[in-house]
DNA sequence: AGGTTATTTAATAGGGCTATTAAATGTCAA
DNA sequence: TTGACATTTAATAGCCCTATTAAATAACCT
């Protein structure tokens, strides 16, 4: 049951966020007494937080650990982008909780920052910033920075699965529609930053 | 005071969204009585959507008033993607309410709906259009559409403001350095989206 | 001033929410 | 079987919230 429970508040918190959703919601979906939430995890606090950094921790480990070090850098970035596009396209609407928590409560950040510092490993991050410096010495990439590029990379790929509501609202389009047009923008991303960064 | 009531509830909505923020605190914010927000406006939810949509009213005709008809495409895509950041850079956090309230509420979409087709005028980016139609005749841009190009500004320039927390709270960069950044992300989201339509 | 309307306040109904508590039920080993 | 412990439930305290109502105050017109 506790399981259960974690099942339910996960749909629901990524559905809805931390605020809109209530104990009660989630034991009826786990199908519970709403005071047994209460005894697994005492707050709804405790609740969410535990979930957070469980997706949060999921999602930096599928970007960073990568198993194309040995590609060249415009392969192994193409191949970065894609993973986080496929990442993104299996949790729709993880990024949008977590910009939504970390705008609304401070207290977030500091969550956040822990998992960065301790539970992520950058040195795939550090390979591909000496990959690029070695591309900009030969001259075959304009100037530019990891940062610049991770950057481009998160918006793009974010926003296509963050603005799904506003796109399906406003375009009523199909959901088959929908399909093809994720499909597009998985091609379309790294065709915009390779491009971008051509001298 | 119905003039300080929604400056207060504007400030709150657009820190806060629409569920986090209570009529009370609307109320103590403007100085009045929490009776008094609902005599102006009845429900709160009256509140929000006349804000709500005053503030996309005026997001989108920033957007699309635009007065550089006669410039080359090149140029006028530049000088709207950087209207788009200024737009952006003064309502800072309006991406976010909006981004927030379409995807917890689908009664929303039904409101900018409405504004998009009453109130907006569309020439413009027809203009754009046939100058874009143009250029990948000429064979000087590459076959794309406005669609995606809209999807990349919108994406990069977004990005930029509604990452702030993310940013801000694990990098702790200074201010300075936020604005700072700010400019150069002024200049990027240009290079990458001109570059990025190159044959 | 006196009367009418507009504005503002105090008080409160009514509802949903989180969290706690005490009691009931299940589990399982000795 | 019984005792100890884990799980589950019902009931409820205590908050905060929205919205309403009735009464008080201000503004304005004649």
Same mark, same amino acid.
């Given at each position: 049951m506790e399981q +259960?429970?974690? $099942?339910?508040?996960?749909?629901?918190? &990524?559905?809805?966020?931390f605020a809109l959703t209530s104990t009660v919601e989630i034991a009826k979906k786990a199908g519970c007494n709403q005071a047994l939430v209460h005894y697994y995890f005492r707050t709804k606090e405790n609740l969410f937080q535990a979930i957070f950094a469980r997706? /949060?921790?999921?999602? @930096?480990? +599928?970007? *960073?650990?990568?198993? !194309?070090?040995? &590609?060249?850098?415009e392969k192994a970035l193409e191949y970065i982008i894609q993973a986080h596009f496929d990442v993104l396209a299996s949790n729709p609407r993880l990024p949008f909780l977590i910009l939504n928590e970390?705008?609304?409560? #401070?207290?977030?950040?500091? $969550?956040?920052?822990?998992?960065? %510092?301790?539970?992520?490993?950058?040195? #795939?991050?550090?390979?591909?910033? +000496? &990959? &690029?410096? %070695?591309? /900009?010495?030969?001259? *075959? =990439?304009? #100037?530019?920075? @990891?940062?610049?590029i991770a950057m481009a @990379?998160?918006?793009?790929? =974010? @926003? *296509?699965? =963050? $603005?799904? #509501?506003? /796109?399906?609202? =406003?375009?009523? /389009?199909?959901?088959?529609?929908? !399909?093809?047009m994720i499909a597009h923008r998985r091609q379309e991303n790294v065709a915009i930053i390779l491009r971008s960064i051509r001298p």
């Open positions: +259960a429970i974690l $099942a339910a508040a996960e749909e629901l918190f &990524l559905d809805r966020g997706k /949060i921790k999921m999602f @930096m480990t +599928a970007l *960073t650990s990568m198993d !194309q070090l040995d &590609l060249p850098f970390l705008t609304t409560n #401070p207290k977030r950040i500091e $969550a956040l920052k822990d998992i960065l %510092q301790n539970e992520i490993d950058l040195r #795939p991050v550090m390979h591909m910033q +000496a &990959l &690029l410096d %070695q591309e /900009i010495r030969k001259g *075959t =990439v304009r #100037p530019t920075t @990891m940062m610049d @990379m998160a918006a793009l790929n =974010v @926003m *296509t699965f =963050v $603005a799904r #509501p506003i /796109i399906c609202g =406003v375009l009523d /389009i199909s959901d088959d529609d929908y !399909q093809e």
